[in-house]
T-cell receptor, first 113, second 115 residues
Framework: DSGVTQTPKHLITATGQRVTLRCSPR?????VYWYQQSLDQGLQFLIQ???????AKGNILERFSAQQFPDLHSELNLSSLELGDSALYFC????????????FGQGTRLTVV | AQSVTQLDSQVPVFEEAPVELRCNYS??????LFWYVQYPNQGLQLLLK??????LVKGINGFEAEFNKSQTSFHLRKPSVHISDTAEYFC?????????????FGAGTRLFVKA
């Protein structure tokens, strides 16, 4: 158990809909990273938050957004969903803003139908 | 890193044989290097990391990796594999880039250990 909790584990939704994925980092970790894992794209970095502020941005679509709350949990919002958004979404946490060791959650499997 | 290349998508190997999983990256700046393992239906688990210092890094489960700056490589090795090592292995590189300090992952290498 990495100490990072992601909910829900599975999510099935229709195209055009909006979903929210939730991540609780390890106790004491201030950074949260979001990744998307799909068969064709591999593991893609989406975005990082550190202590409530956006710190780094990767290949995140404009339809996607994230935030980190004062209690340090984070949410990834995916809107206007398309079939191609079906993937495994991972959250990882780390103690500092520079990634020297990230701990991954078990992921949320999103299926868009 | 502009890219992380894992040279083998699949590596079949017999139990108790040695294995090397190859990773090359392209970067012009100092980097941190990682190997992660992913078992089916699970998240990624850190095997080992190189931040600085000795270029030979030892990790969990008997794995080790060597950082070669001149060849921009960070190959993962294990002298004797077990069936339980069957999993997907990801090489990752962290560096400063436009937009912040980012970690880029390779496409993964599926290690399949046969009895």
């Amino acid at each position: 158990d990495s100490g990072v909790t992601q909910t829900p584990k599975h999510l099935i939704t229709a195209t055009g809909q909006r979903v929210t994925l939730r991540c609780s980092p390890r106790s004491g970790d201030l950074s949260v990273y979001w990744y998307q894992q799909s068969l064709d794209q591999g593991l893609q970095f989406l975005i990082q938050y550190y202590n409530g502020e956006e710190r780094a941005k990767g290949n995140i679509l404009e339809r996607f957004s994230a935030q980190q709350f004062p209690d340090l949990h984070s949410e990834l919002n995916l809107s206007s969903l398309e079939l191609g958004d079906s993937a495994l979404y991972f959250c990882a946490s780390a103690p500092r803003h520079i990634n020297t060791e990230a701990f991954f959650g078990q992921g949320t499997r999103l299926t868009v139908v | 890193a502009q890219s992380v290349t894992q040279l083998d998508s699949q590596v079949p190997v017999f139990e108790e044989a040695p294995v090397e999983l190859r990773c090359n990256y392209s970067s012009s700046v100092s980097v941190y290097l990682f190997w992660y393992v992913q078992y089916p239906n699970q998240g990624l688990q850190l095997l080992l990391k190189y931040l600085s210092g000795s270029t030979l890094v030892k990790g969990i489960n008997g794995f080790e990796a060597e950082f070669n700056k001149s060849q921009t490589s960070f190959h993962l090795r294990k002298p004797s594999v077990h069936i339980s090592d069957t999993a997907e292995y990801f090489c990752a590189v962290s560096e400063w880039d436009t937009g912040g300090f980012k970690t880029i992952f390779g496409a993964g290498t599926r290690l399949f250990v046969k009895a």
